[in-house]
DNA sequence: AGTTTATGTCAGCCTTGTTGACATTCCAAG
DNA sequence: CTTGGAATGTCAACAAGGCTGACATAAACT
């Protein structure tokens, strides 16, 4: 089904064959153990997993961030999210901060350390990234771009954007 | 570091930038949540889980795989992949022959209610990336394919230009 | 006959997701 | 002002699905 058709406008749909449809998925489940990839190395050598690179990313991104913040973020329960947090404090890489205007609330904030490792992690990231983006050239990274934001949730890509604006 | 250059050949590197490539690592992460989600859902309400899915999805492509290629596929130990596989043989998802010329070899097939979970996991997984193929169009699809190709391991491409052949 | 290869299984550990129960803090309605 | 609900965060316990290591079996290769 759905093989090769033309549309109303007369474009081509070819890209929509169910065929050209399961080679996006399987380049999307096996790009993405390349993307995570690196970090997990460096991860690994430390104790730490993904879920603390998350935390560690986005704190990174928006200092002072909330635990609910971070959570809506990472789409996991506060709970998940308060395990990591728990080690990264012990261990020194995060430190929380009681909010000032509302004490209910904790802000995150990396330390010099979390700062370290933040920077080794997205360092190796961004290497991988680059060379992708290299090999595929400009006009690539747009089209990447553009399929990936319209696969996202709508929440995620709230956040996203939001994050866009930031940077 | 690394921004807006511009390089000996006069080409925009601007996309090569911390920044761009920020971006990208994040549209990655968010996106992939949104290709994972409505499997995930359907996989939840059945009691199984992504590593199912994974197998699932494999079997039905090479039918007949044996599982040493589905571990070199998928990444994971013996141990993991077979615990999966028991619960889908068990549940009468999966067929598993033994081979007849090399009689240590097990070879995967999926049942006929097999073949319907697979059918409703990749139509749901399908319309997910038809939806954000058709938003972005044909030129963004062929850089996103680039891209992602660019990013995998090389023996994750290996196993991705194979697939691609067969299909 | 002895070695290697492919597979399966058991036990046990870790990360990271989940739910439930609970403490603290804030705010607003009475 | 007090009290009750909402918001925020913590602790405990459990499950899925990764991992390693040890071991059994059977077939194939030398």
Known sequence: MAEGQTG?????????TDDQLRKGIEAMFFAYRGFTADPD???AEKG????HHRAIHFINRAPGTTVNNLLSILGVTKQSLNR????LIEDGLVESRVGSRDKRERHLYLTETGEALEAE???AQRARMRGAFRQAGPEAVSGFRQ????????DMRRHYARLMDNG
Do not use: H, Q
């Open 8 to 16: 109303p406008g007369g474009e081509s749909l070819l890209f929509l």
């Open 41 to 43: 190395r460096i991860l």
């Open 48 to 51: 730490y997993g993904r879920a």
């Open 84 to 87: 990591v947090l728990r080690t």
């Open 121 to 123: 992690l997205s360092t």
């Open 147 to 154: 399929v990936l934001e319209a696969m996202m949730d709508n």
